[in-house]
């Protein structure tokens, strides 16, 4: 139990350049705290202490503004920043070292008694604000950009963006996990949707170059083909 308390204070120096102390953390980090009480109730809820379970995470809830159902399973190193808003979803799996930011739901879309919610592999990022709703897999290394909705499977390395959410790019899965980027969005990440209006804004400014230039020699022909016509009338005077 203490080597995974201190993996997950650890956890939090290596993502959070704002933590300062071992006493800061274990005293201020409501993400922190939402861990060690899930692994409470989680306990609770594998011995068929249902309600007593239930209640834990209700209190967790009230106490850090975190939602977890007690059924739900986590990994080793996970960190939640912040964590105001966060939900997870009963059937919901994180994966060792993921981060999620506040606001994320990792919800469900069915009313089936099965897997209803998401499966998170390893060093999964999911930015502030985002909903993954489904019984998928978002592949290892994965990154979800804030206010993005997830709605199918992601694959290991991916960046998506958008609603719904759409591949923005995609790396080896070792290589997304070794590089961690805030709120799962580099600095210099375009979208490609974006790409895309711009290509077709270039081009129209060449389709209109083109026209113009074809106007311009249409009247060059014009205004020459009538230069003839006047100096003969102008000899026939």
Request: aromatic share 6%; hydrophobic share 45%.
């Amino acid at each position: 139990m203490f080597s995974r308390i201190r993996e997950d204070i650890q956890c939090v120096f290596e993502r959070d350049p704002a933590a300062r102390s071992v006493f800061e953390v274990l005293t201020c980090y409501p993400g922190f705290h939402a861990l060690q009480l899930h692994r409470i109730s989680h306990a609770l809820w594998t011995s068929g202490l249902r309600w007593f379970a239930r209640f834990t995470s209700h209190a967790a809830r009230f106490v850090t503004g975190i939602e977890i159902h007690p059924g739900a399973t986590i990994g080793r190193r996970v960190f939640i920043d912040h964590g105001m808003g966060v939900v997870i979803g009963e059937t919901a799996e994180i994966g060792d070292d993921c981060t999620l930011y506040h606001g994320v739901t990792l919800g469900g879309v069915s009313w089936n008694q099965g897997k209803r919610h998401p499966t998170l592999g390893k060093g999964v990022v999911v930015g502030a604000g985002a909903k993954i709703l489904g019984p998928f897999v978002v592949g290892d290394g994965a990154k979800v950009g804030s206010n993005s909705v997830v709605v199918k499977a992601v694959p290991a390395g991916a960046t998506v963006v958008g609603i719904p959410a759409r591949i923005v790019e995609h790396t080896p899965a070792e290589a997304a996990r070794m590089a961690f980027d805030a709120y799962a969005v580099s600095a210099d990440l375009d979208d490609p949707l974006n790409k895309a209006l711009l290509a077709l804004g270039s081009r129209n400014d060449d389709v209109e170059g083109r026209i113009a230039e074809l106007l311009r020699r249409l009247e060059a022909l014009e205004s020459g083909a009538g230069e003839p016509g006047r100096r003969a009338a102008g000899g026939r005077g």
